[in-house]
């Protein structure tokens, strides 16, 4: 398996809910991220776990709350969001920091 | 401060004709430098890697270190090619974050 799976492809979630966001890959990587992407925007980094521990959060509001349970599943937990964290989240991994990454096909978010 | 620089959010050409998607970079290490593609609705792809110095569906882009510049070729484009096109830069280390571009958006004319 030589991608980096993101479920579900499309939320739509109120300002009130808990929602999460999952990634899977089965390469063998121990480097994950959390990306968003506005349209039109390039991506912007939000999270880098290094064998499974948090090595870089990038000033994200604590309404994300990111967990590494393995070393194969990433996820993102959603709580009390804004209409203006409406984006596309993007999973990667790479073999270690450092290494050329590999994105999954992202999460479209949409907060009402 | 690292830097990633695209100075052209749209590029048109014809197909068949030479391209060149430019990249600019400022960065005090010795970088790792990346060209992502982005077709429309498909997930961010791994276009090339300055370290391999390979040639990826006819697109090659060579470091320039003088010059600071990874800049991205291809002698004939192809309306296939037509997709937003990021270059990103890898601090590397423990690091590990990618610095993208703003991107170019790349459209081939029949």
């Known amino acids: 398996d030589t991608e980096v799976t993101q479920t579900p492809k499309h939320l739509v979630m109120g300002m009130t809910n808990k929602k999460s966001l999952k990634c899977e890959q089965h390469?063998?990587?121990?480097?994950m991220y959390w990306y968003k992407q506005k349209a039109k925007k390039p991506p912007e980094l939000m999270f880098v776990?290094?064998?499974?521990?948090?090595?870089i959060n990038e000033s994200v509001p604590s309404r994300f709350s990111p967990e590494c349970p393995n070393s194969s599943l990433l996820n993102l937990h959603l709580h009390a969001l804004q209409p203006e964290d409406s984006a596309l989240y993007l999973c990667?991994?790479?073999?270690?920091?450092?290494?050329?990454?590999?994105f999954g096909p992202g999460t479209r978010l949409t907060v009402t | 401060a690292q830097r990633v620089t695209q100075p052209e959010k749209l590029l048109s050409v014809f197909k068949g004709a030479p391209v060149e998607l430019k990249c600019n970079y400022s960065?005090?290490?010795?970088?790792?430098l990346f060209w992502y593609v982005q077709y429309s609705r498909q997930r961010l792809q791994l276009l090339l890697r300055?370290?391999s110095r390979e040639s990826i569906k006819g697109f090659t882009a060579d470091l320039n270190k003088g010059e600071t510049s990874f800049h991205l070729k291809k002698p004939f484009a192809q309306e296939e090619d037509s997709a937003m096109y990021y270059c990103?830069?890898?601090?590397?280390?423990?690091?590990?974050?990618?610095?993208f571009g703003k991107g170019t958006k790349l459209s081939v004319k029949p």
């Open positions: 990667a991994s790479s073999q270690a920091t450092g290494y050329e990454q590999y």
């Open positions: 390469m063998g990587h121990r480097a």
């Open positions: 776990y290094s064998y499974e521990k948090l090595s």
């Open positions: 960065y005090s290490g010795s970088p790792e």
């Open positions: 300055h370290i």
């Open positions: 990103a830069l890898n601090q590397g280390g423990s690091q590990g974050n990618l610095i």
